[in-house]
């Protein structure tokens, strides 16, 4: 099928069923793309996630992305090395939880990883364990909350200067046109409080330590840092 491979699916307790696919050489060749797609019970898709880039790379073991849409779950979808048997995630307040782990026989050189969250959750970082011994590497979610509240800060901006240009002459009596956007924009700015704490107090310097640019990252600095 097109060259992608189907690494492993599933339904949640709430009805939402993920797949996870693959495939090599795209975009560029050496390349891994990564997705993963959600459906609710009545099969409509509510969000599709990917991640492109090396399989992973050179010297890291980690490579995590998080992204959600305007309903359903927040997806985290992860590819790490071989050698990793355990994945941990930590959220905000301190508690733990395992990611599951799934093995692609077409794609040996990594393994793949995926987690649905409530879209409430603060998450901190996921680290990597060994078959013994102490956590072989940990990655930083926090600046990919901060990226989403940035990038939520500024849909909220464009959708008021939206409003403020139509309202002279378009505006219904009695109602506002809200476009989905809009919608997206004002339930992102009723986000848990916490997001500021996170951009005043907790966000690194550069974002994930030293390690490379993934999807979010990159988008974020698209936009301009906070």
Known sequence: MDGRHVVAEGTDDTGVSWVIWARRDTPRDGDLLSMIRLTDSGGRIIHLGAASGPPLYPGRMLSITTSGSEEGPRALLGRVGPGVRRLELRVHDGGT???PLYDCAEIPEVRFAALLLPREELLDSVAAFGAKGPELERFDL????????HMARRRIGRCAGRRRIRGAGSALP?????TGACRAAAAANRAPTLFTELIRVCAP????????????ISAWRAGGRP
């Open 97 to 99: 939880r395992n990611v």
């Open 142 to 149: 926090r600046f990919q909350l901060i990226a989403a509240c």
């Open 174 to 178: 009695g109602r506002r046109r809200r």
């Open 205 to 216: 310097e550069v974002p994930n330590g030293e390690s490379p640019p993934t999807n979010q």
